[in-house]
């Protein structure tokens, strides 16, 4: 059950924010490896990228890659949450006197999302083929020509293999253990101040909902370098072997980022990446926090 109300509770929160990864995943990949000045900048922000992308590509583009975003979400987060809340329900993220350790708390939240990230790593990887697709006058990255999700599994699939399917899961793994880990720590500690500080009723929605908020701006500053290459990785094109053409693995992608685009090209989309990240964490944390408490309340 633990996993059901997690993998739910971030389906939830994606059906709002998947619009805002489809900025995001473009910006990422916008002037990839190019200096600043040398490309044409088709999303300058992240409110012109929706009027751009909604006038181009039509309003149903915000909503590309749907389908693996809410399996992703799925298979991820209810994994991830429900294995993190299992730690907490059994007493082991808190020390003898009861108080929680951030420590503890910490390596939990990061070997929980590796877990998730890991096992949906394909399913992520044709997200971000899809979301990146776009009409060629605002096309930016290598461009997949998947139909879909299930096409885009097979064909990887059958020209690559498994090996092709798990392509950039590794590379994706310090983004997802610095986020989960950020995340879960930040959350928990935040509505524990709270709590003991007393700024609310017990109970109440609003201790998981200012504690998601504090969290959002957490992830969103410790996780950004490492989603940016990340989404390239993912999406960079391959050679017949299933090999990646731009980048050897994370730590190639990084200093080539760095390098090229400076230090700010390691936030590009940063401000979607909060828009995103920060409702998401909001959303998925509260409805996961709201759904434990009622399931707590009505099996007892």
């Keep these: 059950m633990d996993f059901l109300m997690s993998g739910l509770a971030a389906c939830g929160a994606c059906l709002f924010t998947n619009p805002l990864e489809v900025v995001k995943t473009r910006m990422q990949l916008q002037g990839e490896l190019r200096a600043p000045g040398t490309y044409q900048r088709h999303y300058r922000n992240v409110f012109h990228a929706f009027i751009t992308i909604g006038k181009v590509d039509g309003p149903a583009a915000l909503q590309k890659g749907l389908a693996p975003a809410l399996l992703y979400q799925f298979l991820m987060n209810g994994i991830r949450l429900g294995t993190y809340g299992l730690a907490e329900a059994g007493g082991y993220l808190h020390t003898a ?8 708390s910490a390596a939990a939240g990061a070997l929980a999302g590796v ?56 590379g994706g793994l310090p983004r997802v253990i610095i986020g989960s880990s950020t995340q879960l720590c930040t959350f928990s500690s935040t509505k524990d101040l709270i709590t003991q500080w007393e700024i609310f009723p017990p109970q109440s929605w609003k201790v998981a909902l200012v504690a998601a908020m504090v969290s959002g701006i957490a992830v969103v500053l410790a996780m950004t370098p490492f989603d940016v290459v990340s989404t390239r990785l993912y999406n960079q094109p391959t050679d017949a072997q299933g090999k990646g053409l731009m ?35 909001v959303l998925s944390l509260f409805f996961w926090d709201q759904l434990r408490t009622l399931y707590n309340t009505y099996t007892k």
């Design 115 to 170: 877990m998730g990230a890991y096992l949906g790593s394909p399913i992520y990887m044709v997200k971000t083929h899809l979301q990146a697709q776009a009409a060629s006058e605002i096309a930016v990255g290598h461009q997949y020509k998947h139909q879909g999700m299930f096409q885009a599994l097979s064909e990887i699939g059958q020209k690559h293999g498994l090996v092709g399917l798990w392509r950039g899961a590794l």
């Design 97 to 104: 006197e009861g108080a929680l350790s951030r420590p503890r």
């Design 247 to 281: 980048y050897r693995g994370i730590l190639d992608a990084l200093l080539q980022t760095a390098r090229t685009e400076g230090v700010f090209g390691m936030y590009k989309g940063i401000g979607a990446s909060y828009f995103r990240l920060g409702p998401h964490t």
